[in-house]
C-alpha cells in the first residue's frame, strides 16, 4: 500500500543466516503487526505491536516507539521452514481495525 | 478456542453470475470481523468491516456488498461477478476492545472466467 512501505520485496538466505525486514510508515500509525503467509494462503500472526519489541523464538520485531513510523522484523539462525512471504500490516489511529499491508517479502531459506 | 472458518474453500464461476463467500467464528462473542481481497501474488486489501451486527463499513469499493445477519457470521457477495474479481479472499476476526491482532481464515480462492 501507499502508507506502508516494506523491503526488501525478496531475499534469499542461507540456514544459520540472519536477516531483517523493514516497513516504514507515510504516517503515525497506532499499531504495527507482522504475518507469514504460507504457500497454502494461510496467514499466521507473527507479532502485534503497539510499541516496543517483542521476540519469539528466532524472531524479533521492533516498533519506533517515539514517531511511530517504522518497524522490523529480525529473522535469527534462519531455517528453512522459515520460507514464506512476509507481511508487515499498520493500524492508523481510528481504532476501526483498519489495516494497511505492505507489499510483502519472499523469503527462501536454502541449506 | 475460537476458530473461523471460511466457504467455500474454491470456486470457480463465470463472469456476471452471482456469488456469496461466507465466514464464521465460533467461541467469540462481539467479535470486529473484516473481509480481505489479495490478487495473486499481490498484497493484501481490506474491504469492509464489521463492529457489530447489522452495520457493515465499506473501505475499498470493488463492486461487492458485505453483511453481517448474525453475530458470528459476515457474508461477502456480488449479483454479477467480473474477471477481476479473482483472488484470494481471507475473512478475519480480532476482539471488540481493538487492542489485538486480526487472526484470518483459511480463504476461499476465487477464479472467474
Known amino acids: 500500500g501507499d502508507q506502508v512501505e516494506q523491503s526488501p520485496s525478496a531475499l534469499s538466505l542461507h540456514e544459520g543466516t540472519d536477516s531483517a525486514l523493514r516497513c516504514n510508515f507515510t504516517t503515525t500509525m497506532r499499531s504495527v503487526q507482522w504475518f507469514r503467509q504460507n504457500s497454502r494462503g494461510s496467514l499466521i500472526s507473527l507479532f502485534y505491536?503497539?510499541?516496543?519489541t517483542k521476540e519469539n523464538g528466532r524472531l524479533k520485531s521492533a516498533f519506533d516507539s517515539k514517531e511511530r513510523r517504522y518497524s522490523t522484523l529480525h529473522i535469527r539462525d534462519a531455517q528453512l521452514e522459515d520460507s514464506g512471504t512476509y507481511f508487515c500490516a499498520a493500524e492508523e489511529g481510528t481504532n476501526t481495525g483498519k489495516l494497511t499491508f505492505g507489499d510483502g517479502t519472499v523469503l527462501t531459506v536454502k541449506p | 478456542a475460537q476458530t473461523i472458518h471460511q466457504w467455500p474453500v474454491a470456486e470457480i464461476k463465470a463472469v456476471g453470475s452471482p456469488l456469496s463467500l461466507g465466514c464464521t467464528i465460533k467461541?467469540?462473542?462481539?467479535?470486529?470481523l473484516y473481509w480481505y481481497w489479495q490478487a495473486t501474488g499481490g498484497t493484501l486489501q481490506q474491504l469492509f468491516y464489521s463492529i457489530t451486527v447489522g452495520q457493515v463499513e465499506s473501505v475499498v469499493q470493488l463492486n461487492l456488498s458485505a453483511s453481517r445477519p448474525k453475530d458470528d457470521q459476515f457474508i461477502l457477495s456480488t449479483e454479477k461477478l467480473l474477471l477481476s474479481h479473482s483472488g484470494f479472499y481471507l475473512c478475519?476476526?480480532?476482539?471488540?476492545?481493538?487492542?489485538?491482532?486480526?487472526?484470518f481464515g483459511p480463504g476461499t480462492r476465487l477464479l472467474v472466467l
Open positions: 505491536l503497539a510499541s516496543g
Open positions: 478475519a476476526w480480532r476482539p471488540g476492545t481493538g487492542q489485538d491482532t486480526q487472526y
Open positions: 467461541g467469540k462473542s462481539s467479535p470486529n
